[in-house]
């Protein structure tokens, strides 16, 4: 982003509605003098539920840590609540219903609705949260243009049905690298191969953290740890407390270096894949990120965040081969290994 670019008076094109530009549409809409939104797909947008939290409840938290606790609880378990509808697809139109109503009360042009009214099943793709894009769509000074681009000529874009429209700048909120992930390039494995070329365009990870072949590398949100209802900060943290348990039980055991076993990243792969049929996110009738160049959804954590810390709450040595440090390195965790 271009922070030295004024902004204001000019026209402007946006590429993509996903969670980039539902965030700064609004934004920059009341100083632009047109903005031609480009939607290839439209998206299921929810309403937010937000308030500031008032002085009585923070005295009352500070005197009773335990009401803050119980009130953390059921925002959690609310959160955890909306993944149902998109762990068995079947429950979606739960969610659509909530959708289509926020979109009838924001947008009272049926054209425009009707344009905004998304295709497929909501969570197939991200879900976004926002009470002010579909206000900011109905501006005068804001244009939706269907199908998505075509060309980017001098001076003007051109639309899938080969309208242009002449703008001053273009504002790309196209995404960013999520299985493709550049880092899987730089990192190699014992026998010198990279991850990418380990992974084959399907990115997998045992309990999303650790991948055989790749000593003593742990990755956070890895494959399969993305979520569709709740924070990754969530998920984060429980692989943070999984990792730190293996490093405590390699201290212990005077384990230079472990290698998940690759019976044991296969089997916990598998049973990710097989949980997440029936999902919206496999099954919901779009064409999503989240699937990569083989036609699998190695991006989301297909079940309750609960059940991925539960899972992850104890490092699993028994899963792991065990490598030796170097008598000259026995207290370096980080040492390089030599086979037991």
């Known amino acids: 982003w271009n922070h030295e670019y004024d902004l204001r008076g000019k026209r402007v094109a946006v590429v993509g509605t996903g969670a980039s530009a539902i965030q700064f549409l609004p934004k920059i809409q009341p100083d632009v003098a047109k903005i031609h939104l480009f939607q290839r797909t439209a998206p299921w947008v929810l309403p937010r539920t937000e308030r500031r939290i008032t002085g009585v409840e923070h005295a009352i938290f500070r005197r009773f840590p335990a009401i803050q606790r119980a009130m953390r609880s059921v925002v959690y378990w609310a959160r955890e609540a909306t993944a149902l509808p998109m762990l068995h697809v ?33 969570g197939c793709k991200r879900i976004l949260i926002s009470n002010d894009y579909y206000p900011a769509l109905s501006r005068e000074n804001v244009e939706v243009v ?53 992974w084959k365009g399907s990115p997998q990870a045992h309990r999303g953290t650790s991948v055989p072949g790749f000593p003593n590398l742990f990755m956070l949100l890895g494959p399969n740890t993305g979520s569709g209802h709740m924070s990754v900060v969530f998920i984060a943290e429980a692989q943070s407390r999984y990792v730190l348990d293996a490093i405590r039980a390699m201290k212990r055991s005077g384990i230079g270096a472990v290698s998940v076993k690759p019976e044991a990243h296969r089997a916990y792969n598998e049973s990710v894949q097989r949980r997440m049929k029936g999902t919206a996110w496999t099954e919901g009738g779009c064409a999503s990120w989240y699937i990569d160049d083989n036609g699998l959804n190695t991006s989301l954590w297909p079940d309750f965040a609960y059940r991925f810390k539960r899972e992850l709450r104890s490092f699993d040595l028994e899963n792991y081969e065990a490598l030796a440090a170097p008598a000259a390195a026995s207290e370096l965790v980080g040492a390089a290994p030599s086979r037991v």
Request: without cysteine; proline residues 7%; aromatic residues 4%.
């Open 90 to 122: 079947t429950l979606s139109p739960l969610l659509r219903r909530l959708g289509l109503a926020h979109l009838r009360r924001q947008v009272p042009d049926p054209e425009l609705r009707s344009m905004l009214t998304p295709g497929y099943a909501p």
């Open 146 to 198: 269907d199908g998505g681009v075509a060309a980017i000529r001098e001076g003007a874009v051109v639309a899938a049905d080969g309208t242009e429209r002449e703008v001053d700048a273009v504002i790309f909120g196209t995404g960013f690298h999520v299985l493709d992930m550049p880092i899987a390039d730089r990192v190699r494995g014992a026998d010198g191969r990279t991850l990418a070329e380990a």
